[in-house]
């Protein structure tokens, strides 16, 4: 852990809210949901019954409403999104011309004989009729599964097919990489077999040429005549707002299943908390809508504050490593919220890029998706934030709906520790625990779980209130088990370690791939890094490191393995020393962001590949199986343990 401070701040200590969350957390969360608009008023705040916690229980709302109508009268011209395609296109919707597209979409889903409780998949790029889908069933009390347009066939038919969606809306295709994605050949793969798609719906993206089958519409036409008024629905603070399919290590994808008042309570305070935002903030979340933090911070929560926010179709990198740097320049962004995988990559081609950019704008800066290498969060803050922007570092889930645990700079000025997640947010009871339940020492490994409900918290699994119970809720009593291992140290900041359950097991040690990667990525000469298991006779189970080198460094490779080796001794202790060590130029990963170790401990054994169809480069695979035989090959494969 690193020791280091930074007091950077923006001025607000509000020590009134922690006090009084701290007091009562029910009264507490009961006055932050008067920060919505209710159509009526609950009678219970909090009906536990645990498992299940149902908040703000006899209260109607609706999300749609939240995002759009409430700001008709005071920011009815204001831009809520700037959206920048990856090919160079360019649109702006005012929140006035984004409400009216949201009423006519809604009315064609009830043309199409759509009700209250029926489910729609989304298959979109990052396109502005992806949040358009959204809120329109979410104004008609339809529950939408939003699906990652990187997602296979299969994937996306296991997703339709458990939700028994009955309509899906797609497009010809998304651009990626300079290539045209072709979104909807892969859905008429997906639902060939599936009799519960009626309609499947085509926003025209690309242009491309198309096969129309009996049940396929155009977008545009059914969108040429549709009225643009459409009233929202009441809806009940617990109906269901969306699914979203996360994968465990076995099984199907779980179908995480999110209501409405409670989860548009956390995620209007949480954002406010956070990001300090103000009307004159432009924010900048990069996250894919088809995961959790693309529903709450790219759609939900900013549209909800009324924000102006950047919405970028396209890979971070393309055409080249500048994007980023250029959107922010470009559209004067002050808010920026990323992942530390892609920090890591910007970081490998140093600070003559980003310093060739006007970053100005930029007042604060957040992380989100994984823990963050403390030399990662340095360069952040001083390179892009110049060393006058806080950091948020996040950390939550699919299944908490909004963030748990973060510094707050809307609410307190705190020091901020690279690598920390700082404190949790007002009103969450969050702990780090033994295999008994209990709590371990300060600054000692334990797992992360949260003693309370909380209004953001998952409703239940989809069509699976058993398997809730037992993957979230049954290893402890009354606590909910978050699979991640975290430590708290003697300030009472928590410092997450990575999953529970991505983790190795060296001579019955366990050890954090997260904590191990990090590790190897202090080593000034590495940008990134990723570790895996394979089979060990004797110690059960040996690790194997995959290497990127930042850009230009000439150092002998037997040398470069003996310094990160003592990197990994010093920082993590003797038993984690990999066994080998390779160095390659890239490393498979998902478009989201996330490394595929899957396939590197797969490589490493031997084994079949596996799906690839989600990487973002099917290049990196070849790049590490050629790295492996290789060294196998040669006698330079030093083990050095």
């Known amino acids: 852990m690193d020791s280091k401070v930074f007091n950077v701040g923006l001025g607000n200590n509000d020590f009134e809210t922690r006090k009084k969350s701290d007091s009562d957390f029910i009264s507490f969360w009961n006055e932050q949901a008067k920060n919505l608009s209710w159509f009526s008023s609950w009678t219970k705040t909090l009906d536990w019954n645990p498992p299940f916690g149902r908040w703000f229980v006899g209260g109607t709302l609706n999300a749609s409403y939240n995002a759009l109508d409430i700001h008709q009268n005071t920011r009815s011209k204001k831009p809520a999104i700037l959206w920048e395609g990856e090919n160079g296109d360019s649109r702006t919707l005012t929140y006035n011309e984004l409400l009216t597209e949201v009423q006519k979409f809604s009315n064609v889903l009830k043309s199409l004989g759509l009700k209250k409780g029926d489910r729609v998949t989304i298959y979109l790029p990052m396109v502005p009729e992806l949040p358009i889908s959204m809120l329109s069933c979410a104004r008609i009390g339809v529950i939408h599964t939003v699906v990652f347009s990187g997602f296979s066939s299969n994937a996306l038919k296991e997703r339709i097919d458990d939700s028994k969606s009955k309509i899906v809306i797609t497009a010809d295709g998304g651009y990626r990489r300079g290539s045209v994605v072709k979104l909807k050949s892969v859905v008429d793969e997906a639902i060939q077999e599936l009799d519960c798609v009626q309609n499947v719906i085509v926003f025209e993206r690309t242009k491309i040429p198309i096969k129309m089958n009996p049940k396929d519409h155009l977008w545009s036409e059914l969108m040429k005549n549709a009225s643009t008024k459409c009233e929202p629905e009441k809806l009940s603070s617990d109906h269901p707002l969306y699914i979203l399919y996360t994968s465990g290590t076995t099984g199907k994808p779980k179908g995480v299943l999110h209501g409405t008042g409670g989860y548009l309570t956390q995620l209007y305070s949480t954002f406010k908390w956070a990001f300090d935002i103000k009307d004159s903030d432009v924010f900048f979340c990069t996250a894919d809508i088809g995961w959790v933090t693309g529903h709450s911070y790219v759609v939900y929560a900013p549209l909800m504050h009324g924000a102006t926010e950047v919405m970028y179709e396209g890979a971070p990198d393309y055409p080249d490593i500048s994007r980023m740097w250029d959107i922010i320049q470009k559209y004067k962004v002050t808010i920026f919220y990323t992942t530390p995988t892609a920090l890591r990559m910007f970081m490998r081609f140093g600070d003559d890029i980003p310093n060739s950019y006007d970053l100005s704008t930029l007042r604060l800066l957040g992380t989100v998706g994984e823990p963050i290498n403390p030399e990662v969060w340095k360069w952040y803050f001083k390179t892009i934030g110049k060393e006058k922007c806080p950091i948020i570092d996040t950390w939550w889930q699919t299944e908490t709906g909004g963030i748990m645990l973060s510094p707050l700079p809307g609410l307190e000025t705190i020091p ?226």
């Not at 001794?569 to 490393?587: C, D, H, N």
């Open 416 to 641: 901020l520790k690279p690598g920390s997640a700082t404190l949790p947010i007002p009103g969450v009871d969050i702990a780090v625990v033994d295999e008994g339940g209990k709590d371990v020492k300060v600054n000692t490994k334990g797992y992360l779980v949260i003693r309370k409900p909380w209004p953001g918290m998952l409703l239940t699994l989809w069509g699976d209130d058993e398997k809730y119970k037992a993957v979230y809720w049954s290893k402890y009593d009354h606590s909910y088990y978050s699979g991640d291992y975290a430590i708290r140290d003697e300030d009472g900041y928590f410092w997450i370690l990575g999953r529970a359950d991505d983790v190795l097991k060296v001579a019955g040690h366990r050890i954090g791939t997260a904590e191990l990667e990090s590790s190897i990525v202090s080593h000034n000469d590495v940008a990134e890094a990723a570790v895996c298991g394979i089979p060990h006779d004797i110690k059960g189970e040996v690790i194997i490191a995959f290497v990127v080198l930042k850009q230009q460094i000439q150092k002998n490779e037997q040398v470069l393995r003996k310094e990160i080796v003592e990197m990994v001794r010093k920082g993590v202790g003797p038993i984690a020393t990999p066994e080998q060590i390779y160095f390659v130029s890239k490393l498979p990963k998902t478009r989201s962001g996330k490394i595929m170790r899957r396939l590197l401990k797969s490589i490493a054994k031997n084994e079949k590949i596996g799906d690839t169809s989600t990487l973002e480069d099917e290049a990196a695979v070849s790049e590490v199986q050629s790295a492996f035989n290789e060294l196998k090959k040669s006698a330079k494969n030093t083990k050095t343990n």
